[in-house]
């Protein structure tokens, strides 16, 4: 149902620490400059009521409020003087339970609360005095639109907002303290991106006790673009209009569905604890440091409408294994001259196949090294996308067909069915292959098989790809992302490999800046013990720590198509 555009209001401030009138007094003043700016939803960050940082369990229960407290009463206030809606994070004792929960309230213009959310993924200090989250991820119908919620840390698992969105919600309320800038510069934007929904993010800013907030509330259109942003280190409150109907086409840049082509029938392992997948078996093998070494690279080159062009790119991955490189990764569609091949292009690159695979097998022999290929395959008269993975002998070590196919080529591309994994001599390698890469769910599918590293053979279409879903991937799941990019792509180049645990800055473009050169070697070192061991930080594991009772929407076949419906 079409709903008119609204001004959303992010608050960004600092809760006094077991101040309750200071904190009622902030929520009152932010409102009232909330509604002087037009808004009527206004959010707030996490545990607004208490601040955060407590002493102990026992210091944070004597703090926690149930919802019928004195904040939530003044919440109701505001709404029903403002006809308004608010979202807030609070700290709640719930005493029939006798638990402490890390919550968010939304309250609509009547002072009722409408989505009543716990947090799910909790960071290190969250673990010492809240419960895990056991409300499941909630959506609730608004005047305003569709709405659910999320606090923080939960921003860093993809099944958390993928399973809101799959709910339909057009705009997600995250309510967070955000100490880590990428948590917000980068997880934030790309959540947006991955779902095609509006993000309406409010943190903290300042310092309480041990922990820094810089800041960082926004509001993100579903394309990933940051529409609204408060300086970091302020105090205050910014206001973005909202129009929903941009969360409702879920449409890509091009002809893709974000929802309708996604492969729920390949996901099931994402609803399995991590005891009942490969991944358990894999971390429970020792390594030994020294043997668990290697070095990998993206190597930007392919076929182009040149003369020899293959023959040069032969050459150049000829001399990356010379350089002692063991783990070569290819852009998608290597043997074409398209970046997105027609039909007779396909079949084209097709009949040059088998040849091809025998001149990368000779370098992979020569050097001893593993060489992902992607490729167009004849499959009777159709063509498939596959990724030809080369072993160290020469010989195959596996094939993986592309199971997430370009829009543009489903009428004549046949897809796979399955999300493969391979051993090899340097670790398990997991491939996706260019659309595949736009569906978080297909690395984690990966991840949770036991995959060490995951090569992404693309064609970009926007800087977003790169700069939304790079990242996430390697550090939501604690893996080498290796990331070949073709240089004739609409996005061109940035070929790179991002560590398990990312890098020191958010901004790719200061810390791996894109290198457009046709033919660029990007290299990296891969320790295996990085991506062994699944943890954030201390107690915060990316993938035990999920609460998969709540992904049923994400594994369900009829999910898409009950979402269009």
């Known amino acids: 149902m079409a709903t008119a555009p609204f001004r959303a209001a992010v608050v960004q401030t600092l809760a006094a620490l077991g101040d309750l009138d200071i904190n009622i007094g902030l929520l009152r ?68 339970k006798n638990k402490i929960f890390n919550t968010g309230l939304l309250l609509d213009p009547k002072g009722d609360i409408i989505v009543h959310y716990h947090k799910q993924f909790l960071a290190t200090h969250d673990q010492n005095w809240f419960e895990l989250g056991e409300n499941g991820c909630p959506v609730v119908d608004t005047e305003l639109g569709r709405i659910g919620l999320l606090i923080c840390f939960d921003g860093r698992i993809p099944e958390i907002t993928r399973n809101l969105a799959l709910q339909g919600a057009e705009v997600i309320v995250d309510m967070a303290n955000f100490f880590a800038m990428d948590q917000a510069d980068m997880w934030v934007p790309a959540r947006a991106y991955e779902n095609g929904v509006w993000f309406v993010a409010a943190t903290k800013a300042g310092v309480e006790r041990s922990i820094y907030y810089p800041g960082g509330s926004m509001i993100v259109a579903p394309g990933g673009e ?35 082509d996604r492969r729920p029938d390949l996901y099931g392992i994402i609803g399995k604890p991590v005891s009942d997948t490969p991944l358990a078996a894999i971390l429970a093998q020792p390594l030994v440091p020294e043997q668990s070494v ?91 996308s596959t990724a030809v993975v080369i072993g160290p002998d020469g010989e195959l070590i596996g094939r993986y067909q592309q199971c997430h196919v370009e829009p543009e080529m489903k009428s004549w591309c046949v897809a796979g069915s ?22 978080p769910e297909a690395t984690r599918v990966l991840a949770l098989q036991g995959a060490d590293m995951i090569a992404w053979c693309s064609a970009w279409r926007r800087p ?46 200061v810390v791996a800046p894109a290198t457009n050169r046709h033919g660029a070697v990007m290299p990296g070192f891969m320790n295996l013990a990085l991506s062994r061991q699944k943890f954030m930080i201390p107690k915060v594991n990316m993938l035990r720590n999920r609460i998969i009772a709540s992904y049923t929407p994400i594994t369900a076949t009829a999910a898409a198509h009950e979402l269009a419906a």
Not at 230 to 249: C, F, L, M, R, W
Not at 418 to 436: A, K, Q
């Open 29 to 96: 003043r932010y409102t009232e400059e909330a509604v002087r700016q037009g808004a009527r939803l206004v959010v707030f960050p996490e545990c607004m009521n208490t601040g955060y940082l407590f002493d102990s369990a026992e210091h944070c229960a004597e703090l926690a409020e149930t919802v019928d407290g004195r904040f939530v009463q003044a919440m109701a206030d505001l709404c029903r003087e403002h006809n308004i809606f608010i979202a807030s994070g609070f700290t709640e004792m719930n005493e029939e």
């Open 226 to 260: 940051v529409v609204a942003k408060i300086p970091y280190d302020t105090h205050g409150v910014v206001t973005a209009e909202i129009d929903t109907s941009k969360a409702q086409n879920k449409s890509w840049h091009h002809e893709g569905d974000r929802m309708l």
């Open 294 to 384: 290697a070095k990998a690279a993206a190597v930007q080159i392919h076929a182009t409408s040149a003369a020899d062009s293959l023959h040069d790119a032969y050459e150049m991955i000829d001399h990356t294994a010379k350089l002692g490189v063991k783990v070569i990764v290819l852009p998608q569609f290597f043997a074409s001259s398209s970046w997105l091949p027609s039909l007779a292009e396909a079949h084209l690159a097709a009949s040059q196949s088998e040849a091809t695979i025998q001149r990368v097998a000779t370098i992979a022999k020569r050097y001893a090294c593993v060489i992902v290929l992607p490729l167009l395959e004849k499959r009777q008269d159709k063509i498939a």
């Open 418 to 439: 399955t999300l493969s994994v391979f051993d090899t001599p340097f670790g398990r390698l997991g491939v996706i292959l260019g659309y595949d890469g736009m569906f």
């Open 464 to 509: 977003q790809d790169r700069a939304l879903l790079t990242v996430p991937k390697a550090e939501d799941n604690r893996i080498f992302l290796i990331a070949a990019n073709r240089s004739d792509a609409p996005y061109p180049g940035g070929s790179f490999i991002v560590p398990p645990n990312g890098f020191p800055l958010w901004n790719l473009d």
